[in-house]
Protein backbone atom coordinates (compact mmCIF):
# COMPACT_ATOMS: atom_id res chain seq x y z
CA UNK A 1 0.00 0.00 0.00
CA UNK A 2 1.17 3.44 -1.00
CA UNK A 3 1.89 5.87 1.62
CA UNK A 4 0.54 9.27 1.12
CA UNK A 5 2.04 11.39 4.06
CA UNK A 6 5.69 11.65 3.63
CA UNK A 7 7.45 10.55 7.35
CA UNK A 8 10.83 12.57 8.96
CA UNK A 9 11.19 15.80 9.35
CA UNK A 10 9.62 18.40 6.78
CA UNK A 11 12.28 19.16 3.85
CA UNK A 12 12.76 22.94 5.17
CA UNK A 13 13.96 21.78 8.90
CA UNK A 14 17.07 20.55 8.77
CA UNK A 15 19.23 17.87 11.04
CA UNK A 16 21.33 19.93 13.66
CA UNK A 17 24.30 18.33 12.15
CA UNK A 18 23.68 20.13 8.94
CA UNK A 19 26.01 22.78 7.88
CA UNK A 20 23.92 25.60 7.67
CA UNK A 21 22.46 25.01 11.71
CA UNK A 22 26.62 24.71 12.95
CA UNK A 23 27.89 27.82 10.84
CA UNK A 24 24.50 29.82 12.48
CA UNK A 25 25.68 28.66 16.13
CA UNK A 26 29.08 29.49 15.25
CA UNK A 27 27.99 33.07 14.09
CA UNK A 28 26.59 34.31 17.15
CA UNK A 29 28.26 36.63 19.51
CA UNK A 30 28.56 35.51 22.89
CA UNK A 31 27.00 37.21 25.69
CA UNK A 32 28.44 38.34 29.08
CA UNK A 33 30.25 35.46 31.14
CA UNK A 34 30.74 35.59 34.57
CA UNK A 35 34.61 35.25 35.93
CA UNK A 36 36.00 35.62 39.25
CA UNK A 37 37.78 39.50 39.34
CA UNK A 38 39.86 39.95 42.71
CA UNK A 39 38.20 42.70 45.19
CA UNK A 40 41.57 44.14 45.28
CA UNK A 41 40.68 45.11 41.70
CA UNK A 42 37.85 46.84 41.70
CA UNK A 43 36.78 49.95 42.92
CA UNK A 44 33.35 51.18 43.79
CA UNK A 45 31.91 53.66 41.50
CA UNK A 46 31.85 57.44 41.93
CA UNK A 47 28.24 58.21 40.91
CA UNK A 48 26.74 55.35 43.13
CA UNK A 49 22.71 56.40 43.65
CA UNK A 50 22.76 55.14 46.94
CA UNK A 51 23.73 57.21 49.75
CA UNK A 52 23.37 54.24 51.91
CA UNK A 53 24.21 50.72 52.41
CA UNK A 54 22.26 50.41 55.07
CA UNK A 55 22.68 47.05 57.21
CA UNK A 56 24.57 44.37 55.50
CA UNK A 57 24.87 41.75 58.26
CA UNK A 58 22.12 40.05 56.46
CA UNK A 59 23.57 39.92 53.63
CA UNK A 60 26.91 39.04 55.10
CA UNK A 61 24.98 35.81 56.68
CA UNK A 62 23.43 34.71 53.70
CA UNK A 63 27.54 35.17 51.65
CA UNK A 64 28.96 33.31 54.48
CA UNK A 65 26.79 30.55 54.33
CA UNK A 66 25.97 30.15 50.78
CA UNK A 67 28.39 32.48 48.91
CA UNK A 68 27.66 35.21 46.18
CA UNK A 69 24.53 33.47 44.13
CA UNK A 70 24.56 37.09 42.06
CA UNK A 71 27.14 38.16 39.96
CA UNK A 72 28.20 41.96 40.15
CA UNK A 73 28.41 43.97 37.52
CA UNK A 74 31.57 45.82 36.40
CA UNK A 75 33.27 48.06 33.96
CA UNK A 76 37.05 47.65 32.61
CA UNK A 77 39.02 51.10 33.61
CA UNK A 78 42.56 50.50 32.68
CA UNK A 79 43.78 47.89 35.18
CA UNK A 80 41.29 47.91 37.46
CA UNK A 81 37.83 47.58 37.54
CA UNK A 82 34.41 49.63 38.51
CA UNK A 83 31.71 48.51 39.64
CA UNK A 84 28.41 49.07 37.83
CA UNK A 85 26.06 47.35 40.27
CA UNK A 86 26.14 45.31 43.31
CA UNK A 87 28.49 47.87 45.57
CA UNK A 88 26.74 46.00 48.81
CA UNK A 89 27.65 42.44 47.90
CA UNK A 90 31.14 43.82 47.00
CA UNK A 91 31.50 45.73 50.96
CA UNK A 92 29.84 42.54 52.15
CA UNK A 93 32.14 40.04 50.77
CA UNK A 94 35.14 42.45 51.69
CA UNK A 95 34.15 42.54 54.94
CA UNK A 96 34.39 38.60 55.20
CA UNK A 97 37.69 38.73 53.88
CA UNK A 98 37.00 37.09 50.38
CA UNK A 99 39.56 37.51 48.20
CA UNK A 100 37.58 37.28 44.39
CA UNK A 101 34.09 37.83 43.63
CA UNK A 102 31.81 36.47 40.55
CA UNK A 103 31.51 39.26 38.09
CA UNK A 104 30.04 40.27 34.65
CA UNK A 105 32.42 42.48 32.91
CA UNK A 106 30.33 44.77 30.53
CA UNK A 107 31.83 46.91 27.54
CA UNK A 108 29.81 50.10 28.27
CA UNK A 109 30.03 53.98 28.42
CA UNK A 110 30.19 55.90 31.74
CA UNK A 111 26.67 57.25 31.11
CA UNK A 112 25.20 53.84 29.75
CA UNK A 113 26.79 52.24 33.03
CA UNK A 114 24.69 54.81 35.43
CA UNK A 115 21.87 54.13 33.36
CA UNK A 116 22.82 50.56 34.12
CA UNK A 117 23.37 50.65 38.06
CA UNK A 118 19.93 52.99 38.48
CA UNK A 119 17.62 50.78 36.90
CA UNK A 120 19.18 47.82 38.42
CA UNK A 121 18.61 49.58 42.06
CA UNK A 122 14.67 50.81 40.93
CA UNK A 123 14.69 46.98 40.24
CA UNK A 124 15.55 46.12 43.33
CA UNK A 125 13.45 48.84 44.86
CA UNK A 126 16.70 49.25 46.83
CA UNK A 127 16.64 53.02 46.34
CA UNK A 128 14.38 55.64 48.71
CA UNK A 129 12.65 58.10 46.80
CA UNK A 130 15.42 61.24 47.62
CA UNK A 131 18.38 58.74 45.91
CA UNK A 132 16.18 58.07 42.88
CA UNK A 133 15.79 61.57 42.37
CA UNK A 134 19.04 62.42 42.79
CA UNK A 135 20.22 59.22 40.25
CA UNK A 136 18.21 60.79 37.97
CA UNK A 137 19.23 64.32 38.41
CA UNK A 138 22.92 63.62 38.27
CA UNK A 139 22.26 61.83 34.57
CA UNK A 140 20.46 65.15 33.56
CA UNK A 141 23.73 67.40 34.64
CA UNK A 142 26.05 65.00 33.85
CA UNK A 143 24.78 64.29 29.98
CA UNK A 144 22.82 66.92 29.21
CA UNK A 145 19.59 64.80 29.10
CA UNK A 146 16.29 66.35 28.86
CA UNK A 147 13.39 64.62 30.78
CA UNK A 148 11.88 62.54 27.63
CA UNK A 149 15.36 60.84 26.95
CA UNK A 150 15.85 59.74 30.91
CA UNK A 151 12.10 58.09 30.51
CA UNK A 152 13.05 56.09 27.47
CA UNK A 153 16.42 54.91 29.06
CA UNK A 154 14.81 54.42 32.55
CA UNK A 155 11.30 53.04 31.47
CA UNK A 156 9.32 54.90 33.54
CA UNK A 157 6.60 57.48 32.13
CA UNK A 158 7.57 61.18 31.59
CA UNK A 159 5.38 62.72 33.89
CA UNK A 160 6.57 60.74 36.45
CA UNK A 161 10.30 61.38 35.72
CA UNK A 162 9.61 65.09 35.98
CA UNK A 163 7.52 64.49 39.24
CA UNK A 164 10.46 62.23 41.11
CA UNK A 165 13.56 65.23 39.55
CA UNK A 166 11.02 67.67 41.26
CA UNK A 167 12.02 66.00 44.82
CA UNK A 168 16.06 66.34 43.84
CA UNK A 169 15.55 70.35 45.29
CA UNK A 170 14.95 69.59 48.49
CA UNK A 171 17.24 70.30 50.85
CA UNK A 172 18.96 68.49 53.40
CA UNK A 173 17.40 69.64 56.54
CA UNK A 174 13.84 69.15 55.27
CA UNK A 175 14.87 65.98 54.05
CA UNK A 176 16.00 64.71 56.85
CA UNK A 177 12.79 65.84 58.93
CA UNK A 178 10.93 64.00 56.24
CA UNK A 179 12.53 60.79 56.99
CA UNK A 180 12.81 60.77 60.50
CA UNK A 181 8.79 60.94 60.42
CA UNK A 182 8.63 58.11 58.65
CA UNK A 183 5.48 58.47 57.35
CA UNK A 184 5.59 60.62 54.11
CA UNK A 185 4.52 59.23 51.22
CA UNK A 186 4.98 59.61 47.33
CA UNK A 187 2.69 62.24 46.76
CA UNK A 188 3.19 64.27 50.14
CA UNK A 189 7.30 64.35 49.49
CA UNK A 190 6.20 65.72 45.80
CA UNK A 191 3.75 68.13 47.22
CA UNK A 192 6.79 69.54 49.55
CA UNK A 193 8.96 69.82 46.50
CA UNK A 194 6.45 71.76 44.85
CA UNK A 195 6.82 74.68 47.16
CA UNK A 196 8.84 77.72 46.17
CA UNK A 197 10.92 78.13 48.98
CA UNK A 198 13.07 76.19 51.29
CA UNK A 199 11.39 77.87 53.88
CA UNK A 200 8.02 77.33 52.95
CA UNK A 201 9.03 73.27 51.89
CA UNK A 202 10.35 73.18 56.24
CA UNK A 203 7.35 74.88 57.36
CA UNK A 204 5.17 72.36 55.25
CA UNK A 205 6.88 69.00 56.82
CA UNK A 206 6.55 71.17 59.99
CA UNK A 207 2.57 71.49 59.58
CA UNK A 208 2.64 67.85 58.77
CA UNK A 209 4.63 66.28 61.24
CA UNK A 210 2.76 68.41 64.14
CA UNK A 211 -0.66 68.18 63.04
CA UNK A 212 -0.69 64.70 61.57
CA UNK A 213 -2.34 65.68 58.04
CA UNK A 214 -3.59 63.51 55.66
CA UNK A 215 -3.11 63.94 51.82
CA UNK A 216 -6.02 66.49 51.34
CA UNK A 217 -5.43 68.34 54.12
CA UNK A 218 -1.61 68.52 52.62
CA UNK A 219 -2.89 69.43 49.29
CA UNK A 220 -5.00 72.28 50.76
CA UNK A 221 -1.92 73.74 52.84
CA UNK A 222 0.35 73.36 50.07
CA UNK A 223 -2.04 75.19 47.71
CA UNK A 224 -1.94 78.42 50.26
CA UNK A 225 1.41 78.38 51.07
CA UNK A 226 1.70 78.68 47.65
CA UNK A 227 -0.53 81.77 47.29
CA UNK A 228 -3.05 79.67 44.76
CA UNK A 229 -5.79 80.22 47.64
CA UNK A 230 -6.37 83.16 49.85
CA UNK A 231 -8.08 81.05 52.58
CA UNK A 232 -7.88 77.36 53.80
CA UNK A 233 -11.00 75.99 53.53
CA UNK A 234 -10.35 74.76 57.72
CA UNK A 235 -7.40 74.86 60.33
CA UNK A 236 -6.92 70.44 60.62
CA UNK A 237 -5.47 68.91 63.81
CA UNK A 238 -5.95 65.02 63.99
CA UNK A 239 -4.58 63.34 67.23
CA UNK A 240 -2.95 60.10 65.96
CA UNK A 241 -1.95 58.16 69.02
CA UNK A 242 1.17 55.94 68.56
CA UNK A 243 0.28 53.33 71.58
CA UNK A 244 -2.91 52.66 69.90
CA UNK A 245 -5.48 51.71 66.71
CA UNK A 246 -8.36 52.22 68.79
CA UNK A 247 -8.89 55.50 67.84
CA UNK A 248 -8.12 58.97 66.10
CA UNK A 249 -8.96 62.54 66.89
CA UNK A 250 -9.89 64.81 63.99
CA UNK A 251 -10.76 68.70 65.39
CA UNK A 252 -11.39 71.53 62.61
CA UNK A 253 -11.26 74.98 63.16
CA UNK A 254 -13.23 77.76 61.05
CA UNK A 255 -10.00 79.90 62.34
CA UNK A 256 -6.98 80.09 59.89
CA UNK A 257 -4.41 79.21 62.70
CA UNK A 258 -4.81 77.92 65.78
CA UNK A 259 -2.35 77.48 68.78
CA UNK A 260 -1.46 74.22 71.26
CA UNK A 261 -2.90 76.38 73.84
CA UNK A 262 -6.38 76.74 72.14
CA UNK A 263 -6.77 72.90 71.04
CA UNK A 264 -5.92 72.29 74.71
CA UNK A 265 -8.93 74.65 76.02
CA UNK A 266 -11.40 73.63 73.50
CA UNK A 267 -10.19 70.03 74.49
CA UNK A 268 -10.88 70.71 78.00
CA UNK A 269 -14.25 72.33 77.23
CA UNK A 270 -15.29 69.15 75.16
CA UNK A 271 -14.91 67.02 78.39
CA UNK A 272 -16.41 69.54 80.43
CA UNK A 273 -19.58 69.48 78.08
CA UNK A 274 -19.57 65.62 78.09
CA UNK A 275 -19.34 65.40 81.71
CA UNK A 276 -22.18 67.53 81.81
CA UNK A 277 -24.37 65.18 79.79
CA UNK A 278 -23.25 62.27 81.68
CA UNK A 279 -24.54 63.84 85.24
CA UNK A 280 -28.23 65.08 83.40
Known amino acids: MQKTKRSGLPETVGMR ?3 HFVDLI ?3 SLGPRIRMIALNHIDPNPHQARSELGNIAELMD ?17 SRFE ?3 GERRFIASKNLGLKEIPAIEMDVEENEAMEIALIENLQRKDLDLFEEADGLQ ?25 EI ?21 RSTIIEVAKQKTDVDMLKLVQQINERHL ?26 VPDDTDRYKMRLEFKK ?25
Open 138 to 162: ALIDLYSYNHQQVSDKIGKARSTIT
Open 17 to 19: HDG
Open 214 to 239: TREDTRDLAKYLKGKTKKLKYYVYNY
Open 26 to 28: SAR
Open 62 to 78: SIRTKGVLEPILVRSKG
Open 256 to 280: QAITKTEIIEILEDIIRRLRTKEAS
Open 83 to 85: IIA
Open 165 to 185: LSIAKIPPSVRDLIKASGGFG
